[in-house]
């Protein structure tokens, strides 16, 4: 699936996810601004499509005094975590603001993940390939291993989403997606 039909396909599945779960959105941005007087979403320069920076939204999960750089918190018990966050993290409701990414154009639902720009330095002109699609909330790294895949692993399996991207294929991916979710599958390294 390429150009206009996925673009019409991310804003439909956007639209109607945003719709469906407005009140968990609220609720959840209530939760965060009661628990920890910071902001509710958290916002970072993250690079997409052709390498072009754009700024990526996810509920916060950690605390105000957090490195917005550093590593992600390798388990539920990472003291920088504020209260609500290892449950958001573990059930990835916050990955949740990344629809409005996908109604900006600046996201897909499905692709690869969205890196630092910072990042791209380091790639192989092979894995520079993963940069000729919109990064997406969802793809094959998510789904075949999420934390539990090391850095080449996940490369690999990104570029192999470009090369290999079909309405069907990102259908399969968006179903195995909750599978993955909801059974925490690779929420934390061991």
């Given at each position: 699936m390429k150009g206009l039909s996925?673009?019409?396909?991310?804003?439909?599945?956007?639209?109607s996810a945003i719709i469906i779960l407005l009140p968990v959105l609220g609720i959840i941005a209530i939760v965060i601004k009661i628990g920890d007087k910071g902001p509710v979403i958290f916002r970072q320069e993250r690079a997409g499509k052709d390498g072009r920076a754009f700024t990526f939204y996810k509920f916060r999960t950690m605390k105000?005094?957090?490195?917005?750089?550093?590593?992600?918190?390798?388990s539920g018990d990472d003291p920088r975590l504020i209260k609500i966050g290892k449950f958001?993290?573990?059930?990835s409701l916050d990955e949740l603001p990344q629809l409005f990414n996908v109604l900006k154009g600046d996201m897909s639902i499905v692709g690869p993940r969205p890196l630092y720009a910072s990042q791209i330095a380091e790639f192989s002109d092979y894995h520079k390939n993963r940069l000729l699609v919109r990064p997406g909330l969802t793809g094959?790294?998510?789904?075949?291993?999420?934390?539990?895949?090391?850095?080449?692993?996940?490369?690999?399996?990104?570029?192999?989403y470009v090369e290999n991207q079909s309405f069907w294929r990102d259908i399969k991916i968006i179903f195995l997606t909750f599978g993955v979710v909801f059974g925490r599958k690779g929420v934390y390294e061991k």
């Open positions: 996925k673009r019409i396909f991310d804003i439909l599945i956007a639209l105000l005094d957090a490195e917005p750089f550093g590593r992600s918190p390798q958001l993290r573990e059930y094959l790294s998510q789904i075949y291993g999420r934390s539990e895949l090391t850095d080449k692993a996940n490369l690999d399996l990104e570029v192999k």
